[in-house]
């Protein structure tokens, strides 16, 4: 009876042993992960399942990597195609996100730039004003340097051309909305129409060199840092922008107005948007001697309007509007006989912390320019 019992619960641990060891191995042949035609970012599992590598915020070595599995992809037409993106029959990625409205049949990625037969990418998502800025997409390529060399670097921008221009895309949302032709839309494209594309240089460390004396006389300067040239300009990176630094072309008038505008040949411009039907002749820029960043401070007036930046504040009276700034908050606001003002904004329409602060920076004004 003993040797029955026993035999038959040999016979049972025999069989849940098999089924152990047939799950682990299954879990540990899952777990094996191979690079997909050599990428060192996705991966395919024994089983046939892909995974993109998410690992993140290690030093020199991670101990163990991390992936997120990507669902119904097809493993036969799969393919990474560089930059983090990869396609298959039906869908493009990029990192572990499904790039929106891509088309997997045109889709590319060369000379750093990703495109489709219709539309522009940056990091995964659609470029707004290809259309608008009539892009050649077939020429396109990046002209931003790549890697950490950091030659016409912009900090939330690139730099690219086609056949007939130079545009810059801007990634990142530093500026206030209205100081783009797309407000509330990134990453999007403008059109740089000023440059010379034929001699326009796009590299910070030889631009430095060549004009240093030129745009930093006194030898240093934060704000001035020079990322291209052609044969008329010196451009600088303003804060996620381009603008005008410095003329070189004698037939040419140019007056810097202030922090992002200019004035070229009886035109004012804003970080190369053009002001329409401004007085050139009474116009004025409002935010000299404030702290602040360049979209603090975009204000300027003639002699019937208020600009910020390329926008007229229809609202504001140019009589008695004023910009103030206090160096203790260092933040700056403007004000006029109706409205009170926070980056061109209403300041009822603001948040309750930066409406509180207008009474103290008011009281404690240390510059007013009106």
Not at 230 to 245: A, R
Request: charged share 25%; proline share 2%.
């Amino acid at each position: 009876m003993y040797s029955i019992k026993f035999r038959k619960y040999k016979l049972l641990f025999f069989i849940l042993f098999v089924v152990f060891v047939t799950l682990i191995t299954n879990f540990l042949l899952s777990y094996k992960k191979t690079p997909i035609n050599g990428s060192n970012l996705f991966y395919r599992d024994t089983i046939g399942r892909v995974y993109v590598d998410v690992t993140s915020h290690c030093l020199d070595i991670c101990l163990f990597r991390s992936y997120k599995r990507l669902v119904n992809v097809d493993l036969n037409t799969f393919i990474d195609i560089g930059g983090g993106y990869a396609k298959d029959n039906k869908r493009v990625y990029f990192h572990s996100e499904i790039v929106a409205g891509a088309d997997p049949n045109s889709f590319t990625f060369k000379n750093r730039i990703a495109r489709d037969n219709e539309n522009l990418y940056e990091k995964g998502y659609l470029v707004f004003g290809v259309n608008e800025n009539q892009l050649d997409l077939a020429s396109v390529k990046n002209i931003s340097a790549p890697g950490s060399s950091c030659r016409a670097c912009l900090e939330g921008a690139i730099l690219i051309e086609d056949n007939n221009f130079v545009y810059i895309v801007v990634t990142r949302h530093e500026f206030d909305d209205r100081f783009t032709l797309f407000p509330n839309k990134l990453p999007y494209i403008q059109k740089l129409q000023l440059v010379d594309k034929i001699s326009f240089v796009a590299d910070e460390e030889l631009c430095s060199n060549k004009y240093r004396q030129l745009i930093n006389p006194d030898g240093y300067s934060k704000n001035n840092s020079c990322i291209a040239y052609d044969k008329n300009f010196i451009y600088t990176n303003k804060e996620h922008g381009i603008t005008i630094e410095y003329n070189l072309n004698p037939m040419f008038q140019f007056k810097k107005l202030g922090e992002g505008y200019f004035e070229l040949n009886g035109k004012v411009y804003f970080l190369f948007q053009p002001l329409n039907s401004v007085n050139v002749r009474t116009f004025r820029y409002l935010g000299q001697n404030m702290g602040g960043r360049t979209w603090d401070k975009a204000y300027a007036k003639d002699i019937s309007k208020v600009y910020y930046g390329s926008e007229v504040l229809s609202r504001a009276d140019e009589k008695t509007f004023s910009v103030i700034y206090a160096n203790y908050a260092r933040q700056v606001f403007a004000y006029d006989k109706y409205n009170r003002y926070f980056r061109g904004t209403d300041l009822t329409m603001t948040d309750k912390y930066v409406r509180n602060n207008f009474d103290g920076v008011f009281a404690n004004k240390e510059v007013e320019n009106r």
